[in-house]
């Protein structure tokens, strides 16, 4: 269980100032304007079938705060803040939360009145249908929303002008798994690009048709044949997890989860094809993966715990967290922590605190790979808000967990195994 208590360690608090390192300009006196402190709003369930994402969230949210706030001795880590308390000139960052209860309903009301609270800047950490609609409220309001989970490349076709996504979006996904076929494939293997899917409504249902139509694009743009689109292997329904005869040893199979049963219908679609077919699951539930027996399929995501015990920083991090909360860092928490770091860095480097003043910043901010926890080349948004410099993470389970398989230069085991 989640102790939401923050008791860091001493030691911890001398790591954190890995998180210290200036990228404001410093040095200047602060003026008679500056605000002793500036929040930050939080969008989660914290109650509710998904309270578990809102209390991972809010952790991971409340550990990046406190380090920015702390004032602790300089290591030589290269991460952004500091050194020194808060932001530039002394500001410190409070973190003020909203409850979602997942209900798109719920945010219109929570949004304004983070806003209302003295928000400079929004994050939320939720469902698909929740994450649109608090785009829209957000654009509304004129006010920066960093979003930490969202994948669907159908939030570009909005044109929300400050709705940032830091998670490698879907197609970059699909993108990830094609790179790692491409590494695998002989003469005899990987000729052809098999989908599976279940049938979700509404948003997840978007998202779902917008991947098959990324699956099928990129995989010809690459050379693949793909099969049509009356050959989907499905994912929901009596069948479910059944390849048929839909299924070959040329073949691989990209495996769109929305939900945790089509998440659990696409392992057994692996484990039938074992020796046959690879089965890679992609789309916003294939952290349920971790949930079922005996996983076999693979995955591709935007964290990676097997990266994290290897990256120096994120050690720290995880080290922190674990110190703090007496439980590991999550997923959830680490996209919570990389979302409240973005927007602390655009706040440090906006004009003033005010809301357009910092959506400009988020807009115009460029992270380094050295300066985030994740497996990516860092941060840096497109016109459409997407997170140009995030990439896909490709795993394979073994019997002590996940090992990359992708990208090739993370990866801890470079062949395949069916």
């Known amino acids: 269980m989640l102790n939401r208590g923050f008791r860091p360690a001493a030691t911890a608090l001398v790591l954190a100032s890995a998180l210290l390192m200036s990228a404001c300009t410093g040095g200047d006196k602060p003026a008679a304007t500056t605000p002793a402190t500036v929040a930050i709003g939080l969008l989660v369930p914290t109650s509710g079938a998904n309270a578990q994402i809102g209390q991972q969230a809010t952790l991971g949210a409340r550990l990046a705060i406190e380090l920015v706030n702390r004032d602790v001795p300089a290591q030589p880590l290269p991460l952004p803040l500091g050194p020194g308390a808060g932001l530039r000139n002394g500001t410190k960052l409070t973190l003020i939360s909203g409850n979602t209860e997942s209900a798109p309903e719920k945010v219109d009301k929570e949004a304004n009145r983070l806003v209302h609270d003295g928000a400079a800047g929004l994050i939320v950490a939720d469902t698909i249908d929740v994450a649109l609609t608090t785009g829209r409220v957000t654009d509304f309001l004129g006010i920066a929303l960093v979003d930490a989970m969202s994948t669907s490349d159908t939030f570009g ?9 830091i998670q490698p979006s879907d197609r970059r996904m699909v993108s990830a798994a094609l790179d790692m076929l491409y590494r695998q494939r002989d003469t005899d293997r990987f000729r052809r690009i098999v989908t599976a899917a279940g049938t979700p409504s509404g948003p997840l249902g978007d998202e779902a048709t917008s991947l098959k139509n990324s699956i099928e694009d990129l995989s010809q743009a690459a050379g693949y044949a793909v099969a049509g689109k009356d050959h989907v292997v499905p994912l929901s329904g009596a069948d479910a ?23 659990s219908a696409a392992n057994d679609l692996a484990v039938r094809l074992k020796g046959t077919a690879p089965v890679i699951a992609i789309g916003p539930a294939v952290t349920a993966l971790d949930q079922v027996k005996n996983p076999t399929a693979l995955r591709v995501s935007g964290w990676s715990n097997e990266f994290a015990a290897r990256n120096p920083i994120a050690q720290v991090i995880g080290a922190m967290y674990e110190q703090a909360f007496h439980t590991k860092l999550t997923e959830v928490a680490a996209d919570a922590f990389m979302a409240t770091l973005v927007m602390a860095m655009a706040m440090d480097q906006s004009t003033d605190y005010s809301k357009q003043s910092v959506r400009n910043a988020v807009q115009a901010l460029t992270l380094p790979v050295t300066q985030t926890i994740m497996p990516w080349n860092g941060v840096r948004f497109d016109g459409n808000g997407v997170n140009q410099l995030a990439a896909g ?15 090739a230069e993370l990866a801890t085991n470079s062949s395949l195994s069916l």
Do not use: C, M, W
């Not at 076709?157 to 996504?165: D, I, M, P």
């Not at 839909?246 to 929305?258: C, M, W, Y």
């Open 241 to 263: 997890g059944e390849p048929g005869n839909l299924v070959g040893k040329e073949d691989a199979v990209l495996a769109i989860v929305t939900s945790a049963a089509e998440a």
């Open 393 to 407: 993470v490709v795993e394979q389970r073994s019997q002590n967990g996940y090992l990359i398989v992708q990208p």
């Open 157 to 165: 076709e909005l044109n929300r002008v400050g709705h940032f996504r």
